[in-house]
């Protein structure tokens, strides 16, 4: 049985399809479970395509007692090397943009920095020192 809200948390439901393309199980399995009450589901539709939702926790659970613990583990490592091959790629995209930023920054500096004129002496110019005189007892 479903745990409250378990059908709107992220990540927690996913289509038939889905679970075909992660786990690597076919639509007769997926309906196997299903008939035998280990999965429940939803039907669902996107655009009037009609599709049936499952639970991931549940398919999980039917996998491991028809397919082996050693089958999930493998579909689960790999989908964790999706995701991070997926956020490696968009963080490269990310640094290509910012390389880009930080050239066109430094070429605009040095551009300002030639049309900038330069002092006639490199030596700063010295500040005048005050010549202060303390006062006398003052009582």
Do not use: C
Request: charged content about 35%; hydrophobic content about 35%.
């Amino acid at each position: 049985m479903a745990e409250y809200g378990e059908w709107n948390r992220k990540g927690a439901s996913l289509s038939d399809k889905t679970a075909r393309k992660e786990y690597k199980v076919d639509q007769e399995f997926i309906i196997k479970g299903v008939e035998a009450g280990k999965l429940e589901f939803r039907y669902s539709s996107v655009w009037g395509s009609p599709f049936i939702r499952i639970l991931r926790r549940q398919l999980e659970e039917y996998i491991t007692s028809e397919l082996g613990p050693e089958y999930l583990a493998k579909a689960r490592d790999k989908i964790e090397l999706q995701k991070i091959k997926k956020e490696i790629a968009e963080i490269e995209q990310e640094l290509i943009v910012l390389s880009t930023r930080k050239a066109e920054l430094a070429a605009k500096k040095a551009k300002l920095e030639e049309s900038m004129p330069t002092p006639a002496s490199s030596k700063p110019a010295k500040k005048p020192k005050l010549k202060l005189k303390m006062p006398k007892n003052i009582n």
